[in-house]
């Protein structure tokens, strides 16, 4: 048979491991959370920058090639797609 007082301190003991092993877990949920929502946020970040990328790719040329097409100090300077881009965009 155990004293009292040897079974308030097992028992206080136990409360104290079940305490920390609260606490313990909680902080390392909480951890877990903080880094899944950074690896999702550094995703989307990614997913952000590939996007603009291709959009960038995507409509580039597009851009330049009229940018180039229409100087006609341009070394490249083509007059007859000039005129073609021209009339193309008087008939819409």
């Known amino acids: 048979m155990l ?5 308030v301190l ?10 920390y092993g ?7 949920n909480a951890q877990s959370h903080k880094a ?3 690896r999702d946020f550094a ?3 990614s997913l952000i ?3 603009k990328a291709e959009f960038k790719k995507k409509n580039m040329p597009q851009e330049t090639a009229s940018k180039a097409g229409s100087d006609p100090n341009d070394p490249k300077f ?7 881009t021209l009339m193309g965009e008087k008939a819409t």
């Open 36 to 38: 899944k929502v950074d």
């Open 49 to 51: 920058s590939q996007a």
């Open 10 to 19: 097992r028992y206080s003991a136990l409360f104290a491991g079940v305490s």
């Open 78 to 84: 083509d007059l007859e797609g000039y005129l073609t």
């Open 3 to 7: 004293t009292p007082a040897s079974q």
């Open 22 to 28: 609260l606490y313990r877990q909680s902080n390392l």
């Open 43 to 45: 995703h989307q970040e």
